[in-house]
């Protein structure tokens, strides 16, 4: 079983950045995709970024060109990297891991973290 843990949310104004973790520990067998969802309150949850196991960064429409998916060399951390951050980038943010596609589809995720929240308020 893979266990997933992510960091790294809080509050920020518009307009500014914020870069969340998600460590992944646990037995492998394999290179498996990893992504990023996340929930706002009242909504579903979305898909926002994945890197499959060959390392191709796949970018929701809704943040592509300010949010970066990326991992480290040792490949047991996932990275996103949030720029121009807006109000609608509220939200509950998953780490998520899987061999399934499609990437954006949540049921393609075996694995889930339990979370961090992002605030993007003045």
Not at 80 to 107: F, H, I, Q, V
Request: charged letters at 20%.
């Amino acid at each position: 079983q893979v266990l997933l843990e992510e960091s790294g949310g809080g509050l920020v104004q518009p307009g500014g950045s914020l870069s969340l973790s998600c460590a992944a520990s646990g037995p492998t067998s394999g290179d498996y995709n990893m992504a990023w969802f996340r929930q706002a309150p009242g909504e579903e949850r979305r898909f926002v970024a994945a890197l499959t196991g060959t390392e191709i960064p796949v970018h929701a429409e809704a943040v592509r060109g300010r949010f970066t998916i990326s991992k480290d060399s040792a490949g047991n951390t996932l990275h996103l990297r949030m720029e121009n951050l807006k109000s609608e980038d509220t939200a509950m943010y998953y780490c998520a891991a899987g061999w399934s596609t499609p990437l954006t589809w949540e049921a393609s995720y075996e694995y889930w973290g339990r979370g961090t929240q992002v605030t993007v308020s003045a």
